[in-house]
């Protein structure tokens, strides 16, 4: 007899994803032993970015577009995160050829920032300092707003004067973040302006609507795995929600970190992941899972705060 195992519908690649690695591998496909190169990590999912470095994706950094040889015969691909002006004025530089893989999503977003901009208005972000789509964003308005991560940056940066209360201010936040994070961050700026405050709703609707089915799930099974690369924003960000609604939640970011003292035999397992965690890859931590005799799965009525696998 097998542990109960399901895998959550929803979990897996955004769209976005979905259309970044279908393009990378259309291009792979058509030039075999061509390589591609990807500005940045394609997807934060190491498992991934190895599958598909076997096939020729080689990850670079903007510094690196420089140094390419011939670049006029090389092709750069821009993932969905997105990239300031100044990365396709480089690549007109060199002459390398791009395919733009941009997040339709986070093109918008772009566009709206650009649109609201001015020397009256301050412009704040809520999003992960250096995160990508976050730079990207940073270059449509010239470095000109303030990123703040949390409630307690967005505190410090009120009590220091980085961000001004005496000016219109506009705020915006990075697709991936919680929308209850981002409510409580907007609600707190809301108090504290006197010269108004416009929100824009800028969280992907995909990823809004993962936190409440997110939530549902982690309740409704006994104990969660949840699987994603290690440096995934919003990989933190969704395991975070279900440890808060499921105590027994376990980060992984392959089927070798399971451990079976995790499980008792009677335990109904839930498996999510990232909008960046491949659909084969909980598919393969759902069959290790599976796997485990449950002879060797530990039945303990009560587990120690220190034997939950906190968030990495």
Sequence with gaps: M????????????????????????EFLDAHPGKKLYSLGA?????????????????????????DIPDPTSETLLIRAHGEPPSTYELAREVGINVIDCTC?????????????????????????????????LLGQVGGDAVVIE???????ALEDGTIRTDVPLEIFSQTTKSP????????????????????HNTICSQVASRHEELTSFAQSHDIIIFVSGASSSNGKVLCDLCLSRNPRTYHIS?????????????????ICGATSTPRWLLEEVAEAIRAIPLSSSHCHSERSEESIRQVK
Excluded at 49 to 63: C, W
Excluded at 191 to 197: C, H, S, V, W
Excluded at 254 to 270: A, K, L, N, R, T
């Design 150 to 156: 949390n409630m307690d940056m967005l505190l410090s």
């Design 180 to 199: 209850t994070e981002y409510s409580r961050i907007c609600d707190s700026l809301t108090e504290r302006t006197t010269a108004g405050l416009t929100i």
């Design 2 to 25: 097998a542990l109960s195992v399901e895998i959550d519908k929803r979990s897996g690649f955004c769209g976005g994803v979905i259309r970044a690695i279908s393009k990378a591998e």
């Design 254 to 270: 392959s089927q070798e970190e399971i451990d079976p003292s995790w499980f008792h035999p009677d335990d109904q397992v839930g």
């Design 42 to 66: 394609i997807v934060h999912n190491e498992a991934e970015l190895a599958r598909l470095s076997a096939k020729g994706l080689v990850t670079i950094s903007k510094e690196d577009i420089a």
């Design 104 to 136: 339709p999503v986070v093109l918008k977003l772009q566009k709206d920032i650009r649109k609201t901009y001015s020397p009256q208005r301050q412009i704040v972000i809520f999003g992960k300092v250096g995160h990508a789509e976050v730079m990207g």
